[in-house]
């Protein structure tokens, strides 16, 4: 693997940091260094801040609905041609094994873009002819108007997917966009800079300045006053310090954060599909899905047979180098998360959990020793009222719990300061449909896990968000509606 130079893209060209600041980037396969980062202060803030208010209104302001959706059309089809591009991006960075990204990261990438192209243009406004007290007419009407300069926080997890699903909406109503992508996963925002330059995208449309949180680049964008909105995705409690510095001049906010979801399994289910959805939802992406799943609750007479199968799942994923197509489990994202993932395995085993699989680091060869690798792990046995059951963790590890009644399963999966996503898995349709009206989460899947179509609603209840995006609900976040009425 070659080391890079990651730059801030500002107005179409990649800079270095005025003051030459830069931070180390390490791969959490093997601990080599993946490349050296740019790392953005006020001075790449501000230049960046002004370069997208000038684009506002210069030539990208000035294109038409389908020019800048041609445009964005356009930039779909840059990634998919440079998808191999992307993909060794992604996989550098996050260390998740290449049969994930292609099929997951980098075609959502593109799908985001195509998405919110065509559904910005098919936004309804709303038009009342009236009569003034004079006897003349008058029409009065809505118009969606972009709300300026849109600051883009993302996490780690799903770097390029996380970021365009923000990215792409705010461009499609017309918005100019600052990124800061995660300090750990810089490349494919890089990368993009590349695509919008190729397709002819106007300088200062989409700008990234690279850096940390607080005290960095994510502070003084999120503080910055000439950014009208902001967009973030991480944990709740980055989530409160944003929307802190977002009241800064009430600024609108729009907060996907983080989860302890829940999947209920009852009897009668699919138990074979259960238990290879309940796999996926706990498992895939190392377990750092914000959607996955941490706390199952099954119904006691399949607890012991579904224990024992996701057990044999579990066993089965092969810890691995990301080109190695056997791999079925990737590492963390870094040394220090695994750390955090760690001390809760060690919680776990304090609080009187039954280790059922996992529970420590798995024996790599040498040449990926040093890497943040991690094993799935399972446990049951553990109260309600640990801190394993209660915090999201974001590693390869759930908790597995039996019930005897549908109320009791409801009640103990809506027990959370969080509210993002649930799954439960049943054959009666009528108590699908009690699931979805009592299990209280911003999303809840029944027979099945992270399936949606990009047109409905996505966001947390509780402590899980603000907001909801996804079609409709995007276009009315990255705009403003404003009031007309025109007398004759
Ligand atoms: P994080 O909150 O630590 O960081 C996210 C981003 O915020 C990073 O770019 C970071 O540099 C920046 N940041 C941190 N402090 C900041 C501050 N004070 N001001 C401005 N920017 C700041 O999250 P993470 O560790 O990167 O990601 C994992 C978390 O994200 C988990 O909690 C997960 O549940 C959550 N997540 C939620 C969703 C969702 O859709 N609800 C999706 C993915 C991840
Ligand atoms: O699918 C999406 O649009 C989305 N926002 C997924 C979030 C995944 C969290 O890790």
Not at 322 to 333: F, M
């Amino acid at each position: 693997m070659s080391v890079t130079t990651f730059c801030h893209f500002i107005a179409n060209r990649f800079v270095q940091s005025a003051s030459e600041r830069h931070f180390e980037k390490f791969s959490p396969v093997d601990g080599s260094l993946v490349g050296t980062v740019a790392e953005g202060g006020q001075p790449e803030v501000d230049l960046a801040v002004q370069a997208a208010t000038a684009a506002l209104e210069g030539p990208w302001g000035r294109l038409t609905l389908a020019q800048r959706t041609d445009m964005l059309h356009a930039v779909a089809r840059e990634i998919d041609r440079r998808f191999d591009d992307f993909l060794d991006a992604e996989v550098n960075d996050t260390g998740k094994p290449r049969s994930i990204a292609s099929h997951v990261d980098i075609p959502r990438g593109a799908a985001n873009f195509r998405v919110f192209a065509d559904a910005v243009k098919n936004v309804p406004t709303e038009f009342f002819e009236m009569t003034t007290p004079e006897g003349r007419k008058a029409y009065n009407y809505s118009l969606r108007v972009p709300r300026g300069v849109i600051g883009v926080i993302c996490p780690w997890n799903l770097p390029l997917l996380l970021m365009t699903w923000k990215v792409a909406p705010a461009l499609a109503c017309g918005n100019t966009v600052v990124v800061k992508p995660s300090e750990e996963t810089p490349a494919t925002a890089t990368l993009l800079g590349e695509v919008m330059q190729a397709v002819g995208v106007p300088p200062g449309v989409y700008n990234v300045v690279h850096g940390f949180g607080p005290g960095s680049a994510g502070e003084y964008l999120t503080r910055h006053r000439g950014i009208a909105a902001i967009t973030f995705t991480g944990e709740t409690g980055t989530g409160g310090q944003i929307m802190q510095a977002a009241a800064e001049g009430t600024r609108p906010v729009s907060l996907e954060l983080g989860g302890k979801n829940p999947a209920i399994v009852f009897a009668d289910c699919d138990l074979e599909a259960a238990v290879a959805g309940i796999s996926r939802a706990a498992f895939l992406n190392t377990g750092q899905i914000c959607l996955g799943t941490e706390r199952v609750y099954v119904e006691r007479p399949v607890f012991e047979r579904f224990v024992a199968a996701l057990r044999d799942k579990a066993q089965a994923l092969k810890p691995g180098h990301p080109s190695d197509k056997s791999t079925g489990i990737g590492p963390l994202i870094s040394i220090e998360h695994r750390d955090k993932v760690l001390k809760y395995y060690r919680r776990a085993v304090a609080d009187g959990a039954t280790v059922v699989c996992g529970g420590g680091i798995p024996n790599m060869p040498e040449s990926l020793a040093s890497g943040a690798w991690i094993q799935p792990t399972i446990w049951t046995g553990l109260p309600e009222t640990s801190s394993v059951i209660r915090d999201e963790i974001f590693g390869p590890c759930c908790h597995i719990r039996p019930f005897d009644t549908e109320d009791e399963a409801v009640r103990l999966a809506n027990d959370t300061p969080y509210g993002l996503a649930a799954t439960a898995w049943t054959r009666d349709v009528a108590r699908s449909f009690r699931l979805g009206a009592s299990i209280n989460a911003g999303i809840v899947w029944i027979n099945s896990w992270f399936l949606r179509d990009l047109r409905t609603p996505f966001g947390g209840s509780k402590q899980s968000g603000i907001g909801r995006e996804g079609g409709v609900h995007s276009l009315e976040f990255y705009t403003d509606l404003r009031n007309v009425c025109v007398s004759t």
